[in-house]
């Protein structure tokens, strides 16, 4: 990676993390989820990144994947434990980082907390050459220690430009694998915790999108909203909030996208037996037997 790319990777993870920060602040009963993702969105954009995906506000046995709808009037309820995901990107070049709170209440603080641990272990001993076995190792020892499970399904992964699931993926258990992390890769690092059976399955739709393969398409407005998404939006997941003024009726075009497969959503992941799930991540990049944590206010 060149030095231009690393600044960019830097103060995106910077960024990040201020507007993580902001968001935690945010988050309190009887707060909008819509205000909380807005206000987080704007201030990446106001310090002069994008947003790389939706902010992610995921409650209680949720792991990922739910942001909220245009005019989307649900608030946070006391005893909501609320996973906060935030992405920013600086010309493609990403930081993305998360972290729980749990609202008026102090049940779930032992597992926001391991989920914090198991990723600072990682920080701390993750360097090039180290198999990735051990990364799923050092994370599920250090949970089971702490009496909770890690959700065995859900990953890590490799962060390249303009992509956010490239390459490898970084795994929560001892999963046997032995490619190796090397020198130069950014890798996102994101444990998650559960008191339920450590797995997670598909839910409701999530109102978070990507671009899939462009193919022709014959209504004008779906094919205006696909052409408006790839130029402004790029190649990265993307919300109904995010299009609203792109064509007119575009909720309307965008269903006929997803229709006819040039659009695909992401689905809610929900704990198999509705267990509450803790998450908390960095973004690293590996600089010889180190890693460089980029996601720091």
């Known amino acids: 990676m060149n030095e231009g790319d690393l600044d960019k990777l830097r103060r995106a993870g910077t960024i990040a993390a201020q507007a993580l920060q902001l968001g935690q602040d945010m988050v309190s009963e009887g707060v909008r989820l819509l205000d909380v993702a807005e206000e987080i969105e704007a ?3 106001s310090k002069g990144a994008r947003p790389a995906f939706p902010v ?6 949720v792991a990922a994947h739910f942001t909220p709808k245009t005019n989307d009037r649900s608030v946070f309820d ?21 972290a729980t709170v749990e609202v008026s209440s102090k049940r779930y603080q032992d597992m926001i907390s ?4 198991a990723r600072d272990i990682v920080m701390e001993i993750i360097g090039d050459g180290m198999p990735l076995s051990n990364i799923g190792q050092a994370v599920e ?14 990953t890590g992964h490799e962060v390249k430009c303009y992509d956010l699931h490239a390459g490898l993926t970084v795994p929560n258990v001892d999963d046997g694998n032995d490619e190796k992390v090397r020198d130069g890769m950014v890798l996102a690092v994101e444990p998650f915790v559960t008191n339920g059976e450590g797995l997670i399955k ?25 052409d408006a998404i ?9 919300s109904d909030r995010w299009i609203q003024d792109m064509v007119p009726r575009a909720n309307l075009a965008l269903n006929k ?19 509450c799930v803790t998450q908390s991540e960095h973004t690293v990049i590996i600089r010889g037997k180190k890693g460089e944590i980029t996601t720091l206010a």
């Open 43 to 45: 201030y990446i954009i």
């Open 257 to 275: 996208l997803v229709r006819h497969g040039l659009v695909s959503g992401y689905a809610t992941l929900v704990e198999v037996k509705r267990g």
């Open 202 to 226: 598909a839910g409701r739709p999530g109102n978070i999108y990507r671009l899939r393969e462009e193919r022709p398409v014959r209504d004008e407005s779906a094919r205006e909203l696909y």
């Open 78 to 98: 006391a005893g909501d434990v609320v996973k906060i995901d935030v992405g920013a990107h600086v010309d493609g070049m990403i930081g993305d980082t998360a």
């Open 56 to 61: 992610n506000l995921s409650i209680n046995e």
């Open 230 to 238: 790839k130029r402004d939006l790029g190649p990265l997941p993307f």
């Open 114 to 117: 391991s989920a914090q641990k």
């Open 141 to 154: 020892g250090s949970i089971k220690a702490d009496g909770f499970l890690p959700v065995a399904n859900l």
